[in-house]
């Protein structure tokens, strides 16, 4: 029976010497396992940090463009409203060339039997300053030689003979 507690003994310790050399390399194989993982985690870590930096980077441009379109809408905004203001104005004026020409139309309405005497007046007074034209005697002219002495003539002197004509 000693025996058998020697086997046993032995047989225990060759199977936990077998238990110890599996859990060595299986705990080898998790430390190059977890080897890798930590490499693949600072590698992550790299990454994140660069991605980090450039949505850093993105969001500063998408601030800057934000405010930048803000600014031209307000801009934009200025020249709607101008333009608003200008088609007011232009309605204002339509509505005023309306009620002039309303008030045009209705004093000539009014007053059209005075403009058609004032312009039979007109034709009546030309009438009567062409007739007038027509009884007055005509320039005289003075004849070639006179003309030609006249030339030749200072000019006191042609006044004079002018005026005796």
Do not use: C
């Amino acid at each position: 029976m000693i025996i058998i507690l020697y086997l046993s003994v032995a047989l225990i310790a060759i199977a936990f010497l077998f238990l110890v050399i599996s859990l060595s390399r299986t705990l080898k194989s998790v430390s190059v396992t977890l080897d890798h993982v930590a490499g693949t985690v600072k590698d992550l870590e790299s990454q994140m940090q660069g991605i980090t930096n450039e949505t850093t980077k993105i969001l500063q441009s998408t601030n800057d463009l934000v405010a930048d379109i803000q600014h031209k809408s307000e801009k934009l905004n200025t020249v709607v409203d101008a333009v608003e203001d200008i088609g007011v104005s232009a309605t204002q004026l339509s509505q005023t060339l309306r009620r002039v020409t309303t008030t045009v139309s209705s004093t000539v309405g009014k007053k059209q039997e005075k403009i058609v005497q004032a312009l039979q007046w007109g034709a009546a007074i030309k009438n009567i300053r062409d007739k007038w034209a027509e009884r007055k005697p005509k320039h005289t002219t003075i004849p070639e030689t006179s003309q030609r002495s006249i030339q030749e003539e200072p000019v006191q002197q042609q006044r004079t003979r002018l005026r005796q004509h």
